[in-house]
């Protein structure tokens, strides 16, 4: 298997403009996780959908951000606009349990950069 | 809600044996697992224990006593690839994301 797979691992963008990062889980996993990591706030959830369905948005910062899976096999995490405080790392991971996963696997990430 | 500690750093030898530690408060949840990552990559799964006691996997082993609200991984014949970042995390009772503790630094020295 591929593992989750993450686009693009690199984005360096300017305040203001839109980003939108790519996910595609492992075929077969029933969930979705979008985590931030931070040096500041460490690794954080933002949101996490169970069979493409959001289930917990609560840990999304505000509303310039926004997820969507449309599909089994892929979730997008769109910024807009895009802040200088939104630099991070971020993953997407999934896995095949839909309550009480403890094993989770991650994507490689995407480092974003907002100039 | 939930909290999670660990000690920021660790050093430790090549050969050797650490014990990284994690206390934590939380209402309720399922388990505790622990995630390696090294530096540019990206949280590797490594262990969980849904029940009491010890779990093990080859060099690496966790332990959780819930009475204690304590866990630990144990990593044997440290290699200097072991050196990474190990987090633990709890799976809420009634949710299935991962909340993640503060990370702690293994640095395995020759």
């Known amino acids: 298997d591929a593992g989750v797979i993450q686009s693009p691992r690199h984005e360096v963008t300017e305040m203001g403009q839109e980003v939108t990062l790519r996910c595609k889980p492992i075929?077969?996993?029933?969930?979705l996780f979008w985590y931030r990591q931070t040096m500041m706030r460490g690794l954080e959830l933002l949101i996490y959908?169970?069979?493409?369905?959001?289930?917990?948005d609560s840990g999304m910062p505000e509303d310039r951000f926004s997820a969507k899976m449309p599909n089994a096999s892929f979730s997008t995490l769109k910024i807009q606009p895009s802040e200088p405080r939104d630099s991070a790392v971020y993953f997407c991971a999934s896995t095949v349990r839909t309550s009480g996963s403890l094993e989770q696997y991650f994507g490689p990430g995407t480092r974003l950069t907002v100039t | 809600g939930q909290s999670l500690e660990q000690p920021s750093e660790v050093t430790a030898v090549e050969g050797a044996i650490v014990q990284i530690n994690c206390t934590y408060q939380?209402?309720?949840?399922?388990?505790l697992s622990w995630y390696q990552q090294h530096d540019g990559g990206a949280p590797t799964f490594l262990s969980y224990n849904a029940l009491d006691g010890l779990e093990e996997t080859g060099r690496f082993s966790s332990f959780l006593s819930r009475s204690d609200s304590y866990g630990y991984l144990l990593l044997q014949e440290l290699q200097m690839k072991d050196s990474a970042s190990y987090f633990c995390?709890?799976?809420?009772?009634?949710?299935?994301?991962?909340?993640f503790g503060t990370g702690t630094r293994l640095t395995v020295i020759p």
């Open positions: 075929s077969g996993h029933n969930s």
């Open positions: 995390a709890v799976s809420p009772r009634g949710a299935n994301n991962l909340f």
């Open positions: 939380t209402s309720g949840f399922y388990g």
């Open positions: 959908f169970n069979n493409n369905v959001p289930i917990d």
